[in-house]
């Protein structure tokens, strides 16, 4: 395989995945249940500059890991354009969640979860973890966020 893309700084990988969070409109959030089954499924999302915020039913399987597991892998889409993010989950209901993070989910998503019943919760994933890497010759330097905390 011929890779053509020059590789990317941490800085300016860290500046990608910043340009990803606040364009990208979905990002694909993984979850297991108590007895270990996975679950991966797209999910609306806004980044407020701190924190995800993804709004589920509590009544599914993912808003079920996600409420009592704790936490969750969320990745966005290519397998080529690779970025993952580990997070701590906190669980919120509408009445919990500021008024600031549901407007630009809402404004982002094109969609308002309070106009969707009392089912849907809030999840606020606070990141842990980040890397990002273009294909092979990027594996080297991928991890950007280690414990919560930038590293580039």
């Known amino acids: 395989m011929t890779h053509t893309r020059a590789i990317r700084s941490p800085e300016q990988r860290k500046k990608d995945v910043l340009a990803r969070m606040a364009e990208e409109v979905d990002i694909w959030v993984a979850s297991a249940g108590h007895d270990g089954t996975p679950y991966l499924v797209p999910l609306a999302f806004s ?9 589920t039913r509590l009544t599914n ?53 309070r106009k969707s019943g009392p089912s849907y919760v809030w999840f606020r994933v606070r990141p842990t973890s980040v890397e990002a890497w273009h294909e092979e010759p990027e594996l080297v330097g991928r991890r950007l966020m280690r414990d919560g905390v930038w590293v580039v």
């Open 61 to 113: 399987p993912t808003g079920r890991n996600l409420s009592t597991g704790g936490r969750a892998r969320l990745a966005f889409g290519h397998t080529r354009d690779v970025v993952l993010i580990d997070g701590e989950v906190t669980t919120l209901s509408h009445e919990d969640v500021p008024a600031p993070a549901i407007e630009e989910f809402a404004a982002k998503s094109k969609w308002d979860p």
């Open 47 to 55: 980044w407020d500059g701190a924190d995800i915020w993804l709004c």
